[in-house]
């Protein structure tokens, strides 16, 4: 546990962004291993199938943790003002309420599999392996849930080494199954689902464990596990509109995915790979913008006013270095990264299609970076309805803009899509940040 009402903001944002950036990259990684083996080793029909199937999961787990990072922000307060009771009710209802909410959303999935791929307009040759995909999947969310839960815990207290070791191990559990399983036995498709369903398992199994073990003054005990209703309306105030702005974008990449797919199979298997390439580069991005929420959570509970400003403008100059990183990354192995997912017949044409988006790319993830330092700032004010609106803006004019670049200049016109999008949000949120800093009382500095 660490207390960041006190000491360096600089070294308190470091010390628990940079596992939370790690532990982004590892979540990223097992997704990502799947689609190379199962392009590599399946095909493109695979890889294509994956992509489609990808974003609808990620609909239900961005919802997940939009509920576990608003209630995130509450615990923390609550471990800035010493108030331990409170903070293990609060964990104990969003356990509840949660874990009943995911069960329900992965049996409705289950069920209404093929009615979802069907208003994606899914290519009849991929459409069967696609559902099975699909359908396997929906059951890791309560897994999901309930580690991204037990591990909001953790970082609301500062402790983000212990999530990174979880999935660091749950990442090389996947990998190696993969390869047995698709590599090695070529099992097909199915057998990428299910390992990645038993890799959120042992994840959600392990944070549990270390919980009841290493943090016993913080778990809830008996008189705790009750639901209160004036709790779960607090814990709804801040988690609903940070799910609801979750769930934003991955509709956003759905009905992206639904204008994707009416430029063909090749199109389809690019587009999912320089996904996974997006993934690496914006996510993370929302480690920093984590810490940012933590740290500012911890000193608003102290009532510690005087610190925030400080510390939000060492999280803009964390994320800033961030994107040089990143960019020139991308920049430069770009035509790698992309032939990692695809091999054979067709390969040639899904890695120019993928290598020129992410040329674009690679400087346009600097709003991103940007955006989720301020959206960092507003969640640790207890902004959540800010901080929705802002990704609704920026989600809708990024669609609209889909749907008119797409056809005329196919995935790279998603690129400039979603740029234009960020830098409305940051047109939105920037003049609002200085509202609040006078409404609030802050320290009169600039950026």
């Known amino acids: 546990m660490i207390d960041m009402t006190v000491g360096s ?32 080793f399946l095909g493109q029909n695979a890889l294509a199938a994956e992509g489609i199937a990808g ?24 471990f800035g003002a010493k108030d331990y009771e409170r903070f293990q009710r609060i964990l104990a209802n969003m356990l509840m309420a949660g874990f009943a909410v995911c069960c329900t959303l992965a049996l409705a999935g289950i069920l209404l599999a093929r009615q979802i791929l069907s208003l994606l307009a899914v290519p009849q040759e991929i459409y069967d392996i696609t559902a099975v995909y699909l359908r396997i999947t929906f059951l890791g969310a309560p897994f999901t849930f309930c580690y991204n839960a037990l591990t909001a815990g953790l970082k609301s207290v500062g402790d983000a080494d212990t999530p990174l070791k979880f999935l660091a191990f749950s990442a090389i559990l996947n990998a190696v199954l993969d390869i047995i399983f698709l590599g090695i036995l070529r099992f097909g498709i199915v057998c990428s689902a299910m390992t990645t ?4 398992a042992v994840c959600a199994a392990l944070a549990l464990g270390y919980s009841l073990r290493h943090m016993g003054e913080l778990c809830p005990r008996g008189r705790q596990w009750r639901l209160r209703p004036e709790l779960l309306k607090q814990i ?11 769930a934003i974008q991955p509709v956003c990449k759905v009905l992206i995915q639904g204008q994707v797919n009416t430029l063909g199979v090749s199109s389809i298997a690019a587009f999912n790979a320089v996904t996974r390439a997006d993934d690496f580069a914006c996510i993370p991005a929302q480690s920093v913008s984590s810490a940012i929420s933590t740290y500012i959570a911890q000193n608003r509970g102290a009532e510690k006013y005087q610190r925030i400003r400080p510390g939000f403008r060492c999280g803009i100059r964390l994320e800033f270095c961030y994107w040089l990183l990143i960019g020139s990354v991308v920049a430069v192995l770009r035509k790698p990264m992309v032939s990692m997912f695809v091999t054979g017949e067709g390969s040639e044409e899904v890695i120019a299609l993928g290598s020129r988006y992410l040329a674009w790319m690679a400087a346009f993830y600097l709003f991103p970076a940007m955006t989720n330092g301020v959206q960092g700032f507003f969640r640790g004010m207890g902004k959540m309805y800010t901080t929705m609106l802002a990704t609704f803006i920026q989600a809708s004019i990024r669609t609209v803009c889909t749907y008119i670049l797409v056809p005329r200049m196919g995935i790279v ?35």
Not at 236 to 246: D, E, F, K, M, W
Request: glycine share 10%.
């Open 9 to 40: 903001p600089r070294g308190h944002l470091w010390r628990h962004a940079l596992p939370l950036l790690l532990g982004n990259w590892l979540q990223l990684s097992y997704n990502a291993i799947d689609s190379m083996i199962a392009g590599r």
């Open 55 to 78: 974003p609808v999961m990620n609909l239900v787990i961005l919802a997940i943790t939009g509920l576990c990072i608003g209630a995130g922000v509450l615990m923390s307060e609550a």
């Open 197 to 200: 369903v038993f890799a959120e």
């Open 236 to 246: 709804l105030r801040y988690g609903g509109p940070t799910t609801l702005q979750q």
């Open 413 to 447: 016109g998603i690129a400039f899509s979603c740029a234009i999008g960020w830098s409305v949000m940051l047109l939105y949120e920037v003049p609002l940040y200085f509202l609040t800093c006078r409404r609030q009382g802050l320290e009169r500095e600039m950026l």
